[in-house]
């Protein structure tokens, strides 16, 4: 009988073998109840407003005005209270005491009307509000007015969206810098503390308890409620292998895995001492982009081949998940929110539709040219689906070629505009919360604006008239309504192409407790806490 590689490192991890273990691991102390170490995905961004991908570090450092609960209503955060005006276009705003920056200073209004103005400069929900806004200032030090020039009925909710770029509350100095420039101090006023002494870029980066935050009193509740910390510091590890992870929440190395391989769940569960965990209650779509300003895929016909070739089935089993993990999406509004539909979903078919993707690709007089895939190496899952896909299109006459590099390479790389030969590219594939798809105004996904879109830079006036009147209609029924015309459109221009909707358990030790359940990406360090084994 052949033993694979991967049977061997699962033998490996049964027998409680730390298979090869970082050192900074083998250093460290497990019985630790005030440090917690969890393996997380690498930083390369840390201003939230410079990249979307520096959320999950902000969210532990930067409070923000306004938060979802886990039902993804708005409640008050760093704001105590708030009021409108009678004719709804004046927002008066004041923040709850005690609020300080890690540096001493304190929290003021000034702070606030920067850190927005800043975030609306890249933010789909804030440019609306600015779009809208007469004014937005100081009223005294704690009180900040946003005056409208019509009524904006989802002003709170653009706020406290977590669909988008978080709107992290930095120091005026700070907010002050374009949001193109990024900021590198990390001095928030969250419940944690960037200990910039102890980051080890790809190693491991440190967070320590803002003795100085001062809670809301209300129980945690998704991102809202008390962000109460248990523990002295994090340590968010980098370990690029996911069975070493593993490995090292076997031998009691580390506590927290975010992101554990699907095929060692069985092993996981086996684990008297380990606990998986469905902290992401909503799961996460993962999706492609097609950049629409180069060629083939600037030809609505290519873009329509993709989503007649595309078999989410078979795409998400080979990325890894198993298949009682995931489920196809047909709406651009995903699976779980009130606005998901199955208008213009004629396309979907099980095991794709290989001959009419063929004949779409020659109506749009595709001949050979190369069709470069991004695939990030430390991605496990959407590195295997990128490998997928670029086999799958190659099997059906299209020149696909992977270019790999880690996700920060696929970050800086997707900005490019250009073609090929300038290190341009045609096909990224990514990940959005499905829970979040319910917010056509601030998830940049939706954005049909070209050059000021999203990734890929879909262009489509009549759907952008569509979107833009999300904002004007009150009822349920109306926004229903109007998804529908929405993605009627959306499926014949094709901006986001779906390839499945995954649920992905985080592994623990069971000596972990206290993981907050949410509606987005970003794992809470809050309200954890550890037991001696």
Same mark, same amino acid.
């Given at each position: 009988m052949t033993i694979t590689r991967r049977e061997i490192i699962k033998a490996g991890l049964a027998a409680g073998t730390a298979v090869s273990m970082p050192t900074i691991l083998r250093a460290q102390t497990p019985n630790d109840v005030r440090t917690v170490r969890w393996v997380a995905p690498n930083i390369f961004v840390f201003d939230p407003i410079f990249s979307i991908e520096g959320a999950y570090h902000a969210y532990q450092i930067y409070d923000t005005l306004l938060a979802l609960d886990s039902k993804g209503i708005p409640q008050p955060q760093m704001v105590g209270k708030w009021g409108l005006s009678e004719d709804k276009k004046t927002y008066t705003f004041q923040l709850r005491e005690g609020l300080t920056f890690h540096d001493g200073s304190p929290v003021t209004a000034a702070d606030c009307v920067a850190s927005i103005r800043r975030w609306s400069q890249v933010d789909s929900g804030g440019k609306l509000i600015m779009a809208r806004a007469k004014d937005i200032s100081k009223k005294d030090e704690k009180t900040f007015t946003i005056t409208l020039n019509e009524p904006l009925p989802l002003l709170i909710t653009l706020l406290a969206s977590s669909g988008g770029y978080y709107l992290a509350i930095m120091r005026e100095k700070d907010a002050s810098r374009p949001a193109a420039e990024q900021v590198i101090a990390n001095i928030g006023s969250g419940p944690f503390k960037f200990n910039n002494a102890l980051a080890k870029p790809g190693v491991s980066f440190t967070y320590d308890r803002n003795e100085q935050y001062i809670s809301r009193q209300e129980p945690a509740d998704g991102y809202a409620g008390g962000k109460v910390v248990k523990v002295d510091r994090v340590v968010s590890l980098v370990i690029a292998d996911q069975q070493t992870s593993v490995a090292a929440l076997q031998a009691g190395e580390v506590d927290f895995v975010a992101t554990p391989p699907s095929d060692l769940y069985p092993l996981i569960e086996s684990d008297a001492n380990l606990?998986?965990?469905?902290?992401?209650?909503?799961?996460?779509?993962?999706? @492609?982009?097609?950049?629409?300003?180069?060629?083939?895929?600037? %030809? @609505?016909?290519?873009?329509?081949?993709?989503?007649?070739?595309?078999?989410?089935?078979?795409?998400?089993?080979?990325?890894?998940?198993?298949?009682?993990?995931?489920?196809?999406?047909?709406?651009?509004?995903?699976?779980?929110?009130?606005?998901?539909?199955?208008?213009? *979903?004629?396309?979907?078919?099980?095991?794709?539709?290989?001959?009419?993707?063929?004949?779409?690709?020659?109506?749009?007089?595709?001949?050979?040219?190369? @069709? @470069?895939?991004?695939?990030?190496?430390?991605?496990?899952?959407?590195?295997?689906?990128?490998?997928?896909?670029?086999?799958?299109?190659?099997?059906?006459?299209?020149?696909?070629?992977?270019?790999?590099?880690?996700?920060?390479?696929?970050?800086?790389?997707?900005?490019?505009?250009?073609?090929?030969?300038?290190?341009?590219?045609?096909?990224?594939?990514?990940?959005?919360?499905?829970?979040?798809?319910? %917010?056509?105004?601030?998830?940049?996904?939706?954005?049909?604006?070209?050059?000021?879109?999203?990734?890929?830079?879909?262009?489509?006036?009549?759907?952008?008239?569509?979107?833009?009147?999300?904002?004007?209609?009150? *009822?349920?029924?109306?926004?229903?309504?109007?998804?529908?015309?929405?993605?009627?459109?959306?499926?014949?221009?094709?901006? *986001?192409?779906?390839?499945?909707?995954?649920?992905?358990?985080?592994?623990?030790?069971?000596?972990? *407790?206290?993981?907050?359940?949410?509606?987005?990406?970003?794992?809470?360090?809050?309200?954890?806490?550890?037991?001696?084994?």
């Amino acid at each position: 009988m052949t033993i694979t590689r991967r049977e061997i490192i699962k033998a490996g991890l049964a027998a409680g073998t730390a298979v090869s273990m970082p050192t900074i691991l083998r250093a460290q102390t497990p019985n630790d109840v005030r440090t917690v170490r969890w393996v997380a995905p690498n930083i390369f961004v840390f201003d939230p407003i410079f990249s979307i991908e520096g959320a999950y570090h902000a969210y532990q450092i930067y409070d923000t005005l306004l938060a979802l609960d886990s039902k993804g209503i708005p409640q008050p955060q760093m704001v105590g209270k708030w009021g409108l005006s009678e004719d709804k276009k004046t927002y008066t705003f004041q923040l709850r005491e005690g609020l300080t920056f890690h540096d001493g200073s304190p929290v003021t209004a000034a702070d606030c009307v920067a850190s927005i103005r800043r975030w609306s400069q890249v933010d789909s929900g804030g440019k609306l509000i600015m779009a809208r806004a007469k004014d937005i200032s100081k009223k005294d030090e704690k009180t900040f007015t946003i005056t409208l020039n019509e009524p904006l009925p989802l002003l709170i909710t653009l706020l406290a969206s977590s669909g988008g770029y978080y709107l992290a509350i930095m120091r005026e100095k700070d907010a002050s810098r374009p949001a193109a420039e990024q900021v590198i101090a990390n001095i928030g006023s969250g419940p944690f503390k960037f200990n910039n002494a102890l980051a080890k870029p790809g190693v491991s980066f440190t967070y320590d308890r803002n003795e100085q935050y001062i809670s809301r009193q209300e129980p945690a509740d998704g991102y809202a409620g008390g962000k109460v910390v248990k523990v002295d510091r994090v340590v968010s590890l980098v370990i690029a292998d996911q069975q070493t992870s593993v490995a090292a929440l076997q031998a009691g190395e580390v506590d927290f895995v975010a992101t554990p391989p699907s095929d060692l769940y069985p092993l996981i569960e086996s684990d008297a001492n380990l606990a998986l965990e469905n902290v992401n209650e909503s799961g996460r779509d993962m999706h @492609v982009r097609m950049n629409f300003l180069q060629p083939p895929f600037d %030809n @609505v016909k290519a873009r329509q081949a993709m989503l007649h070739l595309i078999d989410q089935e078979a795409i998400m089993q080979a990325a890894g998940f198993d298949p009682k993990y995931f489920r196809p999406v047909k709406s651009i509004f995903g699976n779980s929110t009130a606005y998901s539909n199955d208008e213009n *979903t004629g396309w979907y078919k099980k095991g794709g539709d290989p001959e009419k993707a063929k004949k779409l690709f020659q109506e749009a007089g595709y001949s050979g040219e190369k @069709v @470069v895939i991004l695939q990030p190496t430390d991605w496990p899952t959407v590195s295997k689906a990128a490998e997928y896909l670029a086999f799958i299109l190659r099997k059906n006459g299209v020149n696909a070629e992977l270019a790999p590099s880690d996700w920060g390479g696929v970050s800086k790389r997707r900005a490019n505009k250009g073609p090929i030969e300038d290190g341009g590219w045609n096909i990224y594939i990514s990940d959005w919360t499905d829970a979040e798809l319910d %917010n056509p105004i601030g998830v940049p996904l939706f954005r049909a604006n070209g050059a000021d879109a999203y990734y890929g830079w879909p262009k489509n006036d009549q759907y952008e008239g569509l979107r833009a009147r999300w904002l004007k209609v009150e *009822t349920l029924e109306e926004r229903k309504a109007l998804a529908r015309e929405m993605q009627h459109l959306a499926w014949d221009f094709v901006g *986001t192409l779906m390839l499945g909707q995954y649920f992905e358990p985080i592994a623990r030790r069971k000596s972990l *407790t206290g993981l907050v359940h949410f509606r987005s990406a970003y794992w809470p360090m809050w309200n954890i806490q550890k037991v001696s084994a």
